[in-house]
Structures are given as C-alpha cells and as structure tokens.
C-alpha cells in the first residue's frame, strides 16, 4: 500500500515570510519517486520537482527548496521571502508500484493549500 | 515539457446528459492519464489511455459512465455519461512516458458543473 500524508490543509503567511509544507509517505518499495505540483486558481497543475529514492541530496530552485529525509519517510518543500504568486495548493505524490498498462500508480496526498498576504 | 490543451475548460450540463472532453499534445506521448478532483479534493486517477488498446480502469471507475478513446499518440477524448451533480468536479488530462521514474505533465483542466 502506499500512501501520502499531507497534514496541513491551510496554510496563510505574510508576504516575505519563509514557509514549509510538510509531506510524509508510506511505501515498502526501495525504488520510487516523490514530487511537488502546484495548483494555482486557474486549476492547471504545474510541475516543480522530481525526486528518486536513492538521492537523498536536498535541492534548491529559485526561493523554492525541498529537503528529502528517508529516516522520516519525509519530502518537505520550503518557499523562502513568499510572494502573492505563491498562493497556490501544493501537492506531493508518490510513483511506485506498477498498476498495469504501462503505467506506474502515482499518489497524490490531498494538498496544502497556501495563503500569500499581502 | 509537452503542451497540453484541453477542450472544454468548463461547461454546465444538464443531469441526464454526457460531455466529451478532449486532450491535446503537441507531441506523441506514451502514455495518456484521466484524473477527477472533485471540489476541495485531491486528485484520484480515472484511467490510463494507451493508443491501440481499451483504457485501463482504476477501482471505482467503469468504461460505461467513463469510455475513453485513444485514436494516436497525441489525442484521448473522456466522455462523462449519464451526469449527476455527483460528477461536478475538474477532468485533468496528463501525459508521460511510462515507468517509475515517469514525470507527469497535467493539461490545464476541465471544470464541470452538472445542475
């Protein structure tokens, strides 16, 4: 079974505050993949990041960092000086486990979604 | 990463009724994916669109209320049948190339409302 935690439903900031969505995942595969998608309010999710199991090297892009721990079975994503832009819901997934037809089951947590104030 | 359009990107429909809803690439892909998020929810996968063969199922979802076509490797159509407001939810599309490693990228969605 697998299977993605994403424990904060909500989440409001200050513009320039830094902020991190937490995702913690359940599998008993050794190969898999985590990734962060964002939804903004147009609905269109957007692809940030991909990250395989036997790297466990933390990664930055821009403001946006992610820090992959497997002793906790977690994949965190920071935004740093957030901006308005950033008001978005953020997903995790998790790839592992062939489902058939080709295709491997990806599993997406049910979202944090993040408040940017101005 | 492919262009992905969508067509629709919203429509209200009577209960009773079906939509057809069309995905694009602006490339071939392997591998085509059907996903419902209904409102406040996460995503949950529909089916998988292989070109030349019937769509795979996930638990939960038939080919009766949801036949899905894959006529090449850059189109898939997903058909909503027989509507209830029960079916009010975001259709997205995604393409990717198969396997584990697989990057899904996800078309800019359908929003249905169904009265």
Same mark, same amino acid.
């Given at each position: ?118 | ?15 009773? *009724? ?11 892909? *392997? ?6 998020? %209904? +409102?406040? %929810? ?13 769509? /795979? ?9 949801? +036949? ?5 490797? /850059?189109?898939? *159509? ?6 209830? +407001? ?30």
């Amino acid at each position: 079974a697998q299977k993605v935690t994403q424990a904060q439903t909500e989440i409001s900031v200050v513009e320039k505050e830094d902020v991190t969505l937490d995702c913690v995942y359940e599998t008993r595969d050794t190969t898999y993949y985590l990734f962060w998608y964002k939804q903004p309010p147009s609905g269109e999710l957007v692809f940030l990041i991909r990250r395989n199991s036997f790297d466990e090297q933390n990664e930055i892009s821009g403001r946006y960092s992610w820090n992959f721990q497997k002793s906790t079975s977690s994949f965190n994503f920071t935004i740093t000086a957030s901006q308005v832009v950033d008001s978005a819901v953020y997903f995790c997934a998790l790839s592992e486990g062939y489902s058939g037809a080709g295709s491997y089951q990806l599993t997406f947590g049910k979202g944090t979604k993040l408040s940017v104030i101005p | 990463s492919a262009v992905i359009s969508q067509k629709p990107s919203r429509d209200i429909c009577q209960r009773g *009724t079906s939509l057809t809803i069309q995905c694009q690439v602006d490339s071939q892909v *392997t591998m085509m994916f059907w996903y419902r998020q %209904q +409102p406040g %929810q996460s995503l949950t996968l529909i089916a998988t669109a292989n070109q030349g063969s019937e769509a /795979t199922y996930e638990s939960g979802f038939v080919i009766d209320k949801f +036949p899905i076509s894959r006529p090449n490797l /850059t189109f898939s *159509t997903l058909t909503v049948s027989n509507m209830s +407001p029960e079916d009010s939810s975001i259709y997205l599309c995604s393409v990717g190339q198969g396997g584990v490693a697989d990057t899904q990228y996800f078309g800019p969605g359908t929003r249905l409302t169904v009265l």
